[in-house]
């Protein structure tokens, strides 16, 4: 398997700047040099198993993100994942009310459809 490392480094530079995140603030997170994370984005170093999952954890992204570019974790797409992640506390009951509504519904719709 050949991996793409810049490839990678794009993905990681593409969520970094989706995130606001200035290089730099980026590397003194994953307590690495600036000049290491600059290497690892731009493809010309291949971060360490520890560096990679402290950047995904640290970008909120799957490892199958960096790694594949796929950026569902079981097929939720990223963005509806990420605004979850950016909800507060108290928005977390009325949420999962409205999932338990969805989820209801299509159960009735799946049963009228396929129950004699």
């Not at 590397?27 to 010309?44: D, F, Q, T, Y």
């Not at 291949?46 to 199958?64: A, G, Q, R, W």
């Not at 796929?70 to 009951?93: F, K, S």
Request: glycine share 4%; charged share 30%.
């Amino acid at each position: 398997m050949d991996i793409q490392y810049t490839i990678i480094g794009n993905r990681i530079k593409l969520r970094r700047k989706e995130l606001h995140l200035k290089q730099g603030e980026l590397a003194e997170k994953l307590n690495i040099s600036n000049n290491h994370m600059s290497s690892i984005e731009n493809g010309r170093e291949h971060p360490s198993l520890e560096v990679l999952l402290s950047i995904c954890e640290t970008l909120k992204v799957t490892p199958d993100y960096l790694l594949m570019g796929c950026m569902h974790a079981n097929d939720i797409p990223q963005d509806i994942t990420d605004g979850l992640r950016l909800c507060r506390e108290e928005d977390l009951p009325f949420i999962k009310t409205m999932i338990e509504f969805l989820i209801e519904r299509n159960q009735k719709n799946w049963n009228e459809n396929n129950c004699p």
